[in-house]
């Protein structure tokens, strides 16, 4: 396997880049159609900007709504592209995605149903129903590094691991940003015109709230980290980090509640501070804001009794918890 040659931010022509790149997907795609799927993210933001530069018409949009999303999230992104001009359609997978993760815990297995649903089942109905031969996607070079190195399994990396999606999914992929890590996909995206809104935007990842759930993924569970995700990103909107998140624990301890016994469920909270996402230190978030958090989970999502904050760095640690 070749090796990727990286392009760093500090060195980085952007203009240079989103030319060479629009013609490069331009070329491959010839007259065909491809398709790419949004999530607002800024990888897969900046793909879709290139990918409309370079394809206009011929590259169709969606938003694969996988019921693992944030609060609200498919709405706002499709109207911030509304507004840049770009049309999104919202895939309704919810269904499909539970199903697939119903009763699995291992985290790796969790992932890999993550993929195969996305690419199997979900794209490649997109694919056959759009006649549509390729997919762009916003693979950038940490997905591949952890993923090679075994760390892992990222939803989006194949080629690197030996798996040709043609023959797995039946079409090509397309990823024009596997050269960058995410200071350089965030120039990029910038010089595409996105706003800020996107080019500053924490990173999410692709298997979304399901990596922050400890355990089997359920609806239920999935809406309990929803809303303790929506009380972190209110309440660390201030603090300067990389990324911040909640995850629900899978064990349950002893609380009380109303004079009695409650065996109830705990929220663990990380705050990051990096630069690419390699190595990563918890941030010295203030006491006041960590005891304002402690009360806001403990009262406004449901069979919370316990709430933590992560203070160990990457390594050991890494970002997210599955
Ligand atoms: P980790 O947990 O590996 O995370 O330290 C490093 C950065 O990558 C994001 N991340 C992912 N992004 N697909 C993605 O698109 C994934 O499977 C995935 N796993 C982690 C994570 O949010 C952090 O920014």
Redesign the pocket.
Known sequence: MEKIAELKANTLNTAEFINEKAQEISRTVGDGLAINALSG?V?SSAVTMLGHKALGDRLKTYFINNGLMRKDEPESIVSIFKKLGVKVEIVDAQARFFKALRGITDPEEK?EAITQTFYKDVFAKLVKDSGAKYLLQGTIL??VD?TVAG??????VFEQLGIDPQEAFGYKIIEPLVQLRKDGVRKVAEALNLPKSIFNRM?????ALS?RVIGEVTPEKINTVRIATSIVEEELAQVSAF?YMAILHNDRVTGMRQGKRDFGLQIEIRCWNSID?RN?KPTQVAYEKLEKLASRMTTEVPGVVSVTYNIAS?PPS???AV
């Open positions: 993210g990888d992932r940490t997905d952890e760390i892992k399994r990222q939803h989006n990173p999410f990842p692709g298997p990596a990324q996402a990563a990457k890494t970002m997210e």
